[in-house]
């Protein structure tokens, strides 16, 4: 440990004549940087604090008022009407101070009132101008004059350069739709999905809602979103994450793929340095809040809130309910390898370890020859299973002792990384690499990898990454930013020497990972091997297919003046009605950050227009024209339902809201019982790409990430990720459970590509020419 590592550098003797000390220079070298580096980060972070507090304004900008009134005082001109002379006579101690005195310092208060005002009247204003959405509402580039004049105003009350957070106080809170659009909305979206009958039971029971209970819910939601910066988000993090007591292993979490063609090196530990070193560059960024704010339209500024617990967090088991723990500025790494479990300390003389010195010390883990304690092989298994006996071994067996310590340094450290034995990721030589290192990163051998951990760095001995995700602290867009900005570090600024190692120079004198030790009795390994066992069957269930659809991509659907996601909305509808023969509840998510603590909402989108085009490809006697035509309303209606979504007005975020105030307030309200309990069989989400633009993926085409997925919601249907990938390519991430005899994920991916080819060959020109994309003609 690095108290042991110090303690060597420093020894002293008690003799006879006094006490002899020895120091060593490096040590003191060391503690003497690394106390220099904590303030410059203390003042970084605080000059930053700083910076993004009156933001949109800056400190210099006081000194501007400031020096604008001192020269009222002398001219005849009062700019404060009064205010100055008001303050200067109420000033305490006014008679051990001279007039003069008196004078500066009241019109300094008062220029420092007037800057503090102004502050907030522009951030106001610009919350203001936020809350306007209609941009989002109008054709794809075709911008009226109103968003034009909008546009440039919200630039100009923007300021410049802002940090991180400095939009977060001028967002607009999310609104509390009105009950009666969202009973409309909602009866509209399950109109395709009953009969007669069942839809109009349905519409008495969501009637009857609104006429009777629906009022006083409404109320007390309305004022929950005065009161709170967000009146969904901490509902939705505690009641569908933390409370659920089922595994988090695969039901939950979520995986991000390394880049899809290129692999930097072919040495683990060289690319686990590289990456590592890239992430702890990030978490400075990140700290000191210098990340530039992702904004729409380069201009509207998205939140940044879910940013906060990346690193240093973890997911802690509970009987009832989990907690999320965050903790700052952990300065070390836990690392699994082979059954072991090791801690290494990130930073030496106040600097992050370089690549190169990650790289050694990762290659020291690798050939340790040590072997595991008992139990210690298969101890992250208690993260994989039910949470509630993991809760009760964490607190019979870990609240003392060693094992307090040890888990400690798991649950306090950065991240979590796992050098796995079996190299994986994508080989078009081989039949479904895809599918394999999908399932190494969603689930492993589910005994190696920290499932509470924000997020689990995995390492291949081929040089592959990829990252595991807990999914109640943020949503995938979020460990997608940080993927971009490692990825392109790696590869475009860190850079590999010709034989694959890490640029730079190596200190062979930093002190070896240090072993944690475990002391786990047969009782608490009994615990172990059956969490281990459930979530075993867990893994084995899912079925997996990882799907490439480079026939054509965003670029070609561009062309055909269809929005890319509701296109491939419109092909999972029609694969999904050729796969099950009937439609189902889709469930497609949309992020809400463009509101202060937004994370998604639920876009509906098996609607009426889209089971009325679907019919229509499988009707024989339709015609092309006719196709085509339900093809746009549907998308369209889609894109309308997306966009609804995104400002605030959907469907199920309030329905879900309405529900829990039904619960406090012991309201027993069969409308909502129905509404929460019905499963989704069909759950999609869009993982976004280029976010920070960092790599031009024209000019480099190969350095393109392969996005990622998650495990099956309903035990009965698919779940399906998909990532537009430039102009050409559109991967999807298929999965469902071998268990259910009606679903197949290879099937179901065949499904998809038909439709998708289908979809396209309806905007062929009239003489049966499709459209050409890359000297590719597709029919």
Sequence with gaps: ?????????????????????????????????????????????????????????????????????????????DPSLGMINAIKDTLPFKDYMSVQTRAVLGAILFATGLWLFLIVLLRYTLKVLLSYHGWIFESHGRMTTSTKVWLNLVKMFSGRRPLLYSFQASLPRLPVPSVEDTIRRYLESVRPLLDDNQYNQMEILANEFKDTQATQLQRFLILKSWWSNNYVSDWWEEYIYLRSRSPIMVNSNFYVMDLLYVTPTHRQAARAGNVVHAMLQYRRKLERGEHAPLRALGTVPMCSTQMERMFNTTRLPGIETDIVQHLNDRKHLVIYHKGRFFQLWLYTGGRHLLPSELEMQFQRILNDTSKPQPGELKLAALTAGNRVPWAQARHQYFSAGVNKQSLDVVESAAFFLALDEEPQGYDPSKDRSLDSYAKSLLHGKCYDRWFDKSFNLISYPNGKMGINTEHS??????????????????????GYTEEGHCKGDVNKGLPFPTRLKWDLPT?????????????????????????????????????????????????????????????????????????????????????????????????????????????????????????????GAGIDRHLFCLYIMSKYYRVNSPFLKQVLSEPWKLSTSQTPQQQLNLVDINKFPKYVGAGGGFGPVADDGYGVSYIIVGENLITFHISCKHSCPDTDSYRFGHHIQRAMLDIQALFSTENGTAVVQNGKKHM
């Excluded at 042991?4 to 000390?21: K, L, S, W």
């Excluded at 410059?40 to 009134?69: D, E, H, Q, T």
């Excluded at 003046?561 to 909305?569: N, Y």
């Excluded at 009937?582 to 639920?602: I, K």
Aim: aromatic share 12%; charged share 25%; hydrophobic share 45%.
């Design 1 to 77: 440990m690095a108290e042991a590592h110090q303690a060597v550098g420093f020894e002293f003797t008690v003799r006879p004549d006094g006490v002899d000390i020895k120091l060593s220079r490096e040590v003191i070298k060391n503690i003497y940087l690394s106390g220099v580096t904590a303030w410059k980060k203390r003042a970084i972070k605080f000059k930053n604090g700083v910076l993004a507090g009156v933001y949109p304004a800056s400190p210099s900008s006081w000194l501007i008022v400031v020096i604008l009134m001192m020269s009222s005082l002398y001219t005849h001109i």
């Design 473 to 494: 602290w943020a949503d995938a867009p979020i460990i997608g930013h940080m993927w971009e900005y490692v990825l392109a570090t790696d590869c475009f600024h860190l």
């Design 523 to 647: 009782e608490c390994q009994k615990v172990i091997e059956s969490s281990c066992l459930l979530a075993k069957q867990i893994a084995n269930d899912v079925d997996f297919y990882g799907y490439l659809f480079n026939d054509f991509g965003k670029g070609l659907i561009k062309k055909c003046r269809t929005s890319p996601d509701a296109f491939i909305q419109m092909a999972l509808q029609l694969a999904q009605f050729r796969d099950q023969k009937v439609f189902c509840l889709t469930y497609e998510s949309s992020m809400t950050r463009m509101f202060r603590d937004g994370r998604t909402e639920t876009v509906r989108s098996c609607t009426s227009e889209a089971v009325a085009f679907v019919r229509a490809m499988e009707d024989s006697s339709a015609k092309k024209a006719q196709k085509l035509s339900l093809f746009k309303k549907a998308a369209e209606k889609h894109q309308n339902m997306y966009r609804l979504a995104m400002t």
